[in-house]
C-alpha cells in the first residue's frame, strides 16, 4: 500500500529534472534537437517550475522573425484553426483584421495581455504559445489583392474521395493557435473572437490535440493508432526549409508557405474490426514500432520494390505509406497533424484527424500525392475527408509591423 | 462439494476461453475454398485467369496476387481484382510449359489477412521442379486445418477439470 502511495509523489520531480538538463544540455551544445530549433525568447531555467510538458519547450515564442511561428516551432499538445470572414470585403477590412491580430499576437506569445483584455490574468503563462495567420484563396480576390497571390498558392482541385460537409470551407483568413495549455488556447481563442466581432465573422474552429511528446522521440500516433509524420523533414536543416518555405523576389512572399487544412473523420468502428496484421496492411507500416512493412525501425527507407517468398509485394501496392511517399524535398509536405475527439453524436464517434500540411508549393508536393492516394489508398474506407481549406501563410515580420503588410502594399 | 466442482470448472472454461481468443488460431475462420486451377493441378492449356475463392467475402482493398514461373517471373498482366469471396489475376497468353505458382493475400471482409499460394502445371513440369506447397508467411496465415489445435484444447480442457476435481475432493476430505 504504502509503495503505491509514494510512487506517484517521487516519480514526477524526477521526470521534470531530467527534462530540464535535457534542455541546459542541448542550450550549450546549440544542437538543432527538436525542442530548441523555434525562437524562444525565455527558454527555462532551473529555477523556473516545470513539469513534463513545460520542460519539453519553451514557455515563450518570438512572434517576431522571419517566418511566423507555429510551423517550425514544436507543435504543441492543443491547437485552434480559426476560420475568419471578413464583414466588409476590402483590403482595408482586411488589413484591419491582419493589424489586430498581429498586435494581440505579439502581446499574448509573450505572456502579456492583449490590449483591453478583461482577463489578462489568463495571458500570464504562454505555455509556448504561438498564432499564426493565413490567408485563403477569398481574401485574394478582394478588390485590389490579386496582384499579390503567389502563384505558388493555388487552388485545391477536387479529390475523388471529397466527401465535403458544409461549414468547413476555405476562408479570407487563418488564425491557428497553438498552446501547451488548453486554458491558454481557450482564453487566445477569446481575445481574438472579441477582438475581431466588429470585422469579422468566425465561420469554424477546428481544435485538435496531441499524444504528449514519447521520451524516445518516436513519432506521436493519431486515433488509428499510426505513427503520422515518420517522414517530416527536420527544423533546422535545408532539407525542411526546401520543402516549407517558398523562395520568391518578393519580400512579402518569400519566407512564407502554403497550409492546407483538412478535416478526416476517421471511421473507428469499422478501422477496429481490422486485426493487427490487416492493418499494417493498409498502412504499410508495422503498428507498434511504425517501421516500413520489411523494416526493422520507424525511420528505415521504404523497401518500395521488395516482395517476399511467395513473390508478393512486402508493402501492397495499395498501402497508405506507399501511395503517401516522396523522394524528394520540394516533393514532400510537412505534417502537423492534430487529433480531434467531439464525442459522440447520433451513436457514432465524431473522432479523426485534423490533416495539416505544409509546403513551398501544393502543386509538387500535396496535390499529386493526394491524388494518387484519393486513386487507390487501402486506407480510403475507413476515413472520409469532411472538410478542406487552403492559405497563404506570409513570412513573418520585424517588430512594429503587422502579417500580411507587404501584400497590402 | 456440487459447488466447489462448479466453481473449478468454471474457472478452468474461463481460461480455456481466454486461451482461445488470445491465440493465433482464433482468426482461423477465413478459410480457402477453392482455387482455379485447382492445387497441382496439370493443364493441357494455357489458362486465361487464376483465382482463390475463400469462404467469406473479402475486402476490395489491400488485396494481392501474383503467379510466378519456375525462374520466379511474373507471368500476372494488370491488378488482381476482388469480387466477393474471390480474388483473381489474368495472366500472359500461351504460357509455356512448365510449373506455376500463383500466390495471393487477401483481408477478409471481417478484417483478416489471409496469405497463401497453389500451384499449377501446363503442359509438363519444369526442370528442377519448383516446391509444391509454400512456406507459411510471417505476414499472413496459415492455411493448417483447426482440428488438431481443438483437439489438444479438449485435452487440455479434461485434464484440467479431472486435476480440479481431485483437488477440490482432496480439501474437502
Known amino acids: 500500500m504504502t509503495h503505491t502511495s509514494q510512487a506517484p509523489t517521487s516519480g514526477s520531480p524526477r521526470v521534470s529534472r531530467r527534462g530540464l538538463l535535457a534542455v541546459g544540455g542541448a542550450g550549450i551544445l546549440g544542437a538543432a534537437g527538436g525542442f530548441i530549433v523555434g525562437r524562444e525568447s525565455a527558454p527555462m531555467t532551473s529555477d523556473q517550475p516545470a513539469t513534463a510538458a513545460t520542460a519539453a519547450a519553451p514557455q515563450t515564442y518570438d512572434f517576431h522573425g522571419a517566418h511566423q511561428a507555429g510551423i517550425s516551432t514544436p507543435a504543441q499538445q492543443h491547437a485552434a484553426y480559426l476560420g475568419i470572414n471578413l464583414q466588409e470585403r476590402s483590403t482595408n477590412a482586411l488589413a484591419a483584421v491582419l493589424r489586430l491580430v498581429s498586435d494581440d499576437a505579439a502581446r499574448m506569445m509573450a505572456g502579456k495581455p492583449a490590449l483591453a483584455d478583461p482577463s489578462g490574468m489568463l495571458a500570464a503563462t504562454a505555455s509556448g504559445l504561438t498564432i499564426t495567420v493565413g490567408l485563403g484563396h477569398r481574401a485574394f480576390e478582394l478588390p485590389g489583392m490579386q496582384a499579390s497571390r503567389p502563384e505558388a498558392f493555388a487552388a485545391l482541385p477536387a479529390f475523388a474521395t471529397d466527401a465535403f460537409e458544409p461549414g468547413w470551407g476555405d476562408t479570407d483568413l487563418l488564425v491557428h493557435i497553438g498552446s501547451q495549455d488548453p486554458l491558454v488556447l481557450s482564453h487566445a481563442i477569446r481575445v481574438i473572437t472579441v477582438d475581431l466581432s466588429t470585422l469579422a465573422r468566425i465561420a469554424w474552429i477546428q481544435q485538435g490535440f496531441r499524444a504528449l511528446p514519447d521520451p524516445s522521440g518516436a513519432t506521436g500516433r493519431n486515433l488509428m493508432g499510426q505513427v503520422d509524420g515518420t517522414v517530416n523533414p527536420v527544423p533546422g536543416t535545408a532539407e525542411f526549409d526546401e520543402t516549407v518555405w517558398m523562395q520568391h523576389p518578393s519580400p512579402a512572399i518569400n519566407g512564407g508557405t502554403v497550409l492546407i487544412l483538412r478535416r478526416i473523420r476517421m471511421l473507428l468502428d469499422t478501422w477496429d474490426v481490422l486485426d493487427t496484421g490487416a492493418k499494417e496492411l493498409v498502412i504499410g507500416r508495422d503498428l507498434s514500432t511504425g517501421a516500413p512493412l520489411g523494416g526493422t525501425s520507424e525511420r528505415d527507407p521504404m523497401p518500395l520494390a521488395a516482395t517476399n517468398d511467395l513473390g508478393l509485394p512486402v508493402i501492397p501496392t495499395d498501402a497508405h505509406a506507399r501511395l503517401a511517399h516522396a523522394s524528394t524535398p520540394r516533393t514532400r509536405i510537412l505534417r502537423r497533424p492534430y487529433s480531434y475527439d467531439h464525442g459522440m453524436h447520433a451513436g457514432t464517434n465524431d473522432v479523426g484527424l485534423l490533416f495539416v500540411a505544409y509546403t513551398q508549393d501544393p502543386r509538387d508536393s500535396f496535390i499529386p500525392m493526394q491524388r494518387r492516394l484519393a486513386e487507390s489508398d487501402a486506407l480510403n474506407r475507413w476515413v472520409s475527408t469532411i472538410g478542406s481549406a487552403s492559405y497563404f501563410v506570409p513570412p513573418g515580420v520585424r517588430e512594429g509591423g503587422f502579417i500580411g503588410e507587404g501584400l497590402l502594399a | ?173
Open chain 2, 1 to 173: 462439494m456440487r459447488r466447489g466442482f462448479a466453481r473449478v470448472l468454471a474457472v478452468v472454461l474461463v481460461g480455456a476461453l481466454a486461451v482461445a481468443a488470445g491465440g493465433p488460431s482464433a482468426s482461423a475462420h477465413t478459410q480457402l475454398v477453392a482455387t482455379s486451377p485447382s492445387e497441382g493441378a496439370v493443364l493441357t492449356t494455357s489458362p486465361a485467369s487464376v483465382s482463390a475463392t475463400f469462404n467469406e467475402s473479402l475486402l476490395t482493398t489491400g488485396g494481392a496476387m501474383v503467379v510466378l514461373d519456375a525462374e520466379r517471373r511474373s507471368v500476372g498482366t494488370g491488378d488482381a481484382r476482388v469480387q466477393r469471396a474471390t480474388i483473381a489475376l489474368d495472366l500472359q497468353p500461351s504460357l509455356p510449359d512448365g510449373t506455376y505458382r500463383a500466390a495471393y493475400r487477401v483481408i477478409s471482409a471481417d478484417g483478416h489477412p489471409v496469405e497463401g499460394s497453389f500451384t499449377f502445371i501446363v503442359g509438363s513440369p519444369s526442370k528442377p521442379e519448383v516446391q509444391g506447397t509454400a512456406p507459411a508467411n510471417a505476414a499472413g496465415e496459415q492455411q493448417s486445418p483447426a482440428w488438431p489445435a481443438i483437439v489438444l484444447l479438449a485435452a487440455a480442457l479434461l485434464g484440467a477439470v479431472a486435476v480440479g476435481w481431485w483437488v477440490v475432493r482432496r480439501v474437502r476430505e
